[in-house]
């Protein structure tokens, strides 16, 4: 085969293949040097809720402290008419998986409820890859997948929601160290 | 060097043995050297129409027999009917191809192969158990079709593999990079339009270096297709004010005036059509964007008008005095 002569053949099938080698690189490489540090509490299930005409918070954080928002009398018929189950997890970076733990472990933590972590990461909801028919690719449910993103990198989180609804995650604080 | 009258003589000769024909001297004549065989198979008569509608309607007859007896049919059935009649169209396909008579209805076949297959894959993945729907399955199955075409490619060395393999290679491209993104943010929704921006230039490139060779019959779709997705994704990667990019705005009218060059060039009619059609979808983006309010839109309306009158007066320059006429 002749380079010289098929040059424009070479530059042309190079071209789409040069910009999935860079798409791959600029997701993946990046993630090798930028380590998120803090791992983060949050829930699973509806923390709204919705009584006599009211609604309020099931859990908050205040003053750094996760405390039961909403009191027990009241959390009790909140739970008969819509919130099925919540459940509090320690989402842990290093290991790339959230674990739950009980309230009572949960209050012992001291957190940071603002939107960026300390080291200036958030969470956030995926996108999508737009495009029109023919060319429309849908990722299925992965569409309501959580991504930590900040410092140009973006790392899928790996939160089981327990149906695909945007309101089952709740982001409850960032764990301070 | 042989002389004029050497030449001429030459081409009496030939001419008066019909081993050349008169669109073989003008293709030469034009810089590009144009077979006999090449120039008979870019003549599309009624009976190839034919062929290739008829090729349409059995796709289109598989497609509907499949969907409306769905529920009637088992996973084998639905699996020998989509699948099992594409592989039965590529073969004939094939056997049709090898005689010269029967050439053309092989590309009828291919046709139907082509179209029918996708449909065969996803369904006996989809019985196979597999999710569909997701960029992964898409991504699998435009490789297997791509490795189809790209094998036969290589075996038979006809250009209707290089076609096809062009369409999968796409479909793979888009699907392949799908996956690999997935829903993550760092690459929102222009993502699809730079995908669509290296396509395009793919497919120009590709033109160009297939212009000078047998594969000569794809340059034209291939340049058409590729100059129309190429500025189609840079105008839409302007976006629109408030939210749009400066510098996709700034460079496209470069991008349109580089195109119109390389119709020159390139002694490409679709480039200079597509690349004039653009630069009037672009005076009247700009126009309406920026000037409508502080102009007022009838005296925008007049300015757009007379640069589309210029856009005008432009092409038919360039065509009269660049392009051949029989290009």
Redesign the interface.
């Known amino acids: 085969m002749n380079i010289k002569n098929n040059l424009p053949l070479i530059f042309g099938i190079s071209i789409p293949i040069l910009m999935v080698i860079f798409v791959t690189a600029s997701i993946y490489i990046p993630q090798m040097f930028v380590k998120p540090q803090y791992d983060f509490l949050y829930l699973i299930g509806n923390n709204n809720c919705y009584n006599e005409g009211r609604n309020s918070q099931v859990y908050a954080v205040v003053s750094n402290r996760l405390i039961k928002y909403t009191p027990d009398t009241i959390f009790q018929n909140c739970m008969i008419g819509q919130v099925p189950q919540l459940k509090i997890f320690v989402y842990s970076i290093a290991q790339n998986e959230g674990k739950e733990i009980s309230f009572s472990d949960a209050q012992g933590l001291i957190l940071d409820s603002s939107i960026l972590s300390p080291d200036g990461f958030e969470i956030v909801n995926g996108g999508s890859n737009g495009g029109f028919f023919p060319f429309y690719f849908s990722s299925g449910s992965d569409y309501y997948t959580r991504y930590l993103q900040g410092h140009n990198i973006s790392k899928k989180l790996n939160i089981q929601q327990g149906g695909n609804y945007y309101y089952n995650f709740t982001l409850l604080g960032w764990i301070k160290k | 060097m042989t002389s004029k009258e050497e030449v001429l003589r030459s081409i009496s000769e030939l001419a008066a043995q019909n081993s050349i024909s008169k669109e073989e001297i003008l293709s030469a004549f034009d810089g590009v050297v144009v077979s006999k065989e090449t120039i008979q198979n870019k003549r599309l008569g009624i009976a190839d129409i034919l062929y290739y509608i008829g090729g349409a309607i059995v796709f289109f007859g598989i497609a509907i027999f499949v969907t409306q007896n769905w529920r009637i049919l088992n996973a084998p059935t639905k699996v020998l009917a989509t699948l099992g009649s594409s592989i039965a169209a590529y073969f004939v396909a094939i056997f049709f191809s090898t005689k010269e008579k029967t050439k053309n209805i092989g590309l009828a076949f291919h046709l139907i192969a082509a179209l029918v297959m996708p449909i065969g894959l996803y369904i006996t993945f989809y019985e196979a158990g597999f ?1 569909m ?3 992964e399955i ?1 991504a699998l199955i435009s490789a297997i079709l791509f490795a189809v075409y790209l094998l036969s490619f290589l075996v038979f060395k006809e250009n209707i593999f290089l076609f096809f393999n062009i369409i999968f ?1 796409t ?1 793979l ?6 996956y ?16 669509l921006l ?2 395009g ?2 497919y120009t ?2 033109g ?3 212009s000078k060779t047998k594969r000569e019959p794809l340059t034209g779709i291939l340049y058409g297709f590729g100059v129309l997705g190429f500025l189609g994704a840079a105008l839409m990667l302007g976006g629109w004010k408030p939210h749009q990019k400066m510098i996709w705005e700034l460079a496209f009218p470069g991008l349109v005036f580089a195109v119109l060059f390389l119709s020159v060039f390139l002694k490409s009619k679709s480039f200079l059509t597509i690349g004039t059609i653009y630069l009037m979808v672009y005076i009247i983006k700009i126009t309406s964007e920026y000037f409508s309010g502080s102009l007022g839109w009838p005296l925008s309306l007049v300015i757009i008008g007379l640069l589309l009158i210029a856009s005008g007066y432009l092409f038919v320059y360039i065509k009269n005095k660049y392009m051949p006429k029989n290009s």
């Not at chain 2, 491209?173 to 799908?178: E, K, N």
């Open positions: 999710r729907g997701g960029s898409q290679g479909w491209f888009f699907s392949f990079t799908s690999i993104v997935g829903n993550n943010p760092i690459w929102n929704s222009n993502f699809y339009n730079y995908r290296v396509t230039l793919t490139v590709l160009y270096a297939f």
